[in-house]
Structure formats: structure tokens, C-alpha cells
């Protein structure tokens, strides 16, 4: 079947450090890749995607490349804000046609500290 | 400005009492969904609907209706809910995507509605 496996969370860092999280997929066929962003009290917000193999997607200081040969699609920023503190989302959509929906990862929080 | 609106925003009710949670998009989208949102368990698709009159079950659609009578609207029905329902709810819609580009689409969301069945 098709499913994302995503670190657990919380993530805790102090402001301007480094950001990597870890979003590792099973599909059965072909995917596109999303990372979604729920600030507090709000609905999901698409952060970036990638729809082939070796794309990077990239918003707001945040990058995240396809990786098919492991599988990956980790999410990083060079210097967090205090602002990205959200609960992060990594997500799949197979390309077919029909409806295809998103599969989520279960979500990484994220607390950034002054 | 586009969006995907849900109402009520917040709900507390009685096991068996019937409600229904409105969702209305002004995209022109085709396709809406609803999720649920649970701890460690992710977002999950109760139902969705590829066009007018147009629905199909998703991963978690037992004690739940939907319909699909307008392009906009996408309301969730709960006929009897009980406490097992319990959660975050998301509507989200996205276009039809273009011949050969399935799966690429973005889905927008609605800002959620936090359900407690007492």
C-alpha cells in the first residue's frame, strides 16, 4: 500500500538553528510529494511539493528534494523563526487518474525558541 | 480571496444527536474531500466527491454521510454521532487536474472543525 512514515515529534530548536525532518515513502505507484503546514488554531497549508524524481521543491526558506532512490522527501530550513513553530505534515498523492488522495504522515511538531 | 470555508468551527454534543458540518469552496474545484484529524494517526479521508452527485468512500467513512448537490458545497453528515467521532475535521478541495497530470493538483483547506461527542 501506499503510506509516509515522518519522525516524531516534538522537535525543539532555538531560533536560527537548523531544520531537518525526516519523511520516508511506500507507494505503489508513481507519487507526488507535499509538505503541509498547520500553524496553530488553522487549517493545513501546502508548504511545497515536488512531482518527480530529483525535484526540489522550495517556499519560505524551507527545501525538500525527491529522492527516489531512498525513498525520502526531507524537509529542511538553513536558520528557523520562532514564526515556524507548526505541526508539519508530509503527504503523497499517487498520479493516476481518478481521484487520488493525499496519504499524511502522522506530523512533526515543531517548537522554535527564542 | 479563494478559500474553502467550514461551519461551525467548533461543536460540542450529545451522543445520537444528528449534525451536520457545512464546507463551501469558491474555487470552481471539482474535487472535495473531507479528513478527520487524530493524534498519531495523521489525517485520514472519510469521503470525497469528484463532481456533483458524485461521491465514494474513503479510508474512514462508517457513521458518516456526505452530499454533493452543488459544486461548491461538500456538507458531512453525522446521523448519530458518538464518541469514538471525536476530532479535528478538514473539507479540502482541488481542481481536476489536467490530462496527464493526476496527482499533482494542490488540495486547499478549510481551517477545521474541532468536534466533541459527549
Known sequence: GNSVTQMEGPVTLSEEAFLTINCTYTATGYPSLFWYVQYPGEGLQLLLKATKADDKGSNKG????????????????????????????????????????????????????P | EAQVTQNPRYLITVTGKKLTVTCSQNMNHEYMSWYRQDPGLGLRQIYYSMNVEVTDKGDVPEGYKVSRKEKRNFPLILESPSPNQTSLYFCASSPKPSLGLAGVETQYFGPGTRLLVL
Open chain 1, 62 to 113: 524551507f527545501e525538500a528534494t525527491y529522492r527516489k532512490e531512498t525513498t525520502s522527501f526531507h524537509l529542511e530550513k538553513g536558520s528557523v523563526q520562532v514564526s515556524d513553530s507548526a505541526v508539519y505534515f508530509c503527504a503523497l498523492r499517487i498520479r493516476n487518474t481518478g481521484f487520488q488522495k493525499l496519504v499524511f504522515g502522522t506530523g512533526t511538531r515543531l517548537l522554535v525558541s
